[in-house]
């Protein structure tokens, strides 16, 4: 699988903005047709934040809906987040997966490779 790599945690306050980033390396399996961004925070399952598939079709969570923004490039993966609330605070990991329908490309079951994750906090 291609390696993953997030970078651009950090600790904000609420109503701040921040982007966080995924470089990949190695050349990308064909068959990964699908990105996406997910969050965990302390004692909560990990959930979809937004995806994005190799046609650019995205999609996002309700919570996040019209604040942030899912971008891709030949090597990154970004994610833009505006008008942070604290409940946004978590660890955000970068995944790479199949796409096998719009109804499961927030499902972390989708995906085969992960990145190590990146801190989030919002105050």
């Known amino acids: 699988q291609v390696q993953l790599v997030e970078s651009g945690g950090a600790s904000v306050q609420a109503g701040g903005s921040l982007t966080l980033s995924c470089a990949t390396s190695?050349?990308?399996?064909?068959?990964?047709?699908?990105m996406g961004w997910f969050r965990q925070a302390p004692g909560n399952p990990r959930e979809g934040v937004a995806a994005?598939?190799?046609?650019?079709f995205s999609k996002y969570a309700e919570s996040v809906e019209g604040r942030f923004t899912i971008a891709q490039d030949q090597n990154a993966l970004h994610l833009h987040m505006n008008s942070l609330k604290p409940e946004d605070t978590a660890i955000y990991y970068c995944a790479a997966g199949v796409y096998g329908g719009s109804r499961s490309m927030l499902n972390p079951a989708a995906y085969t490779a992960w990145g190590r994750g990146t801190q989030v906090t919002v105050s």
């Open positions: 190695g050349t990308k399996p064909s068959q990964l047709t699908l």
């Open positions: 994005i598939t190799k046609s650019e």
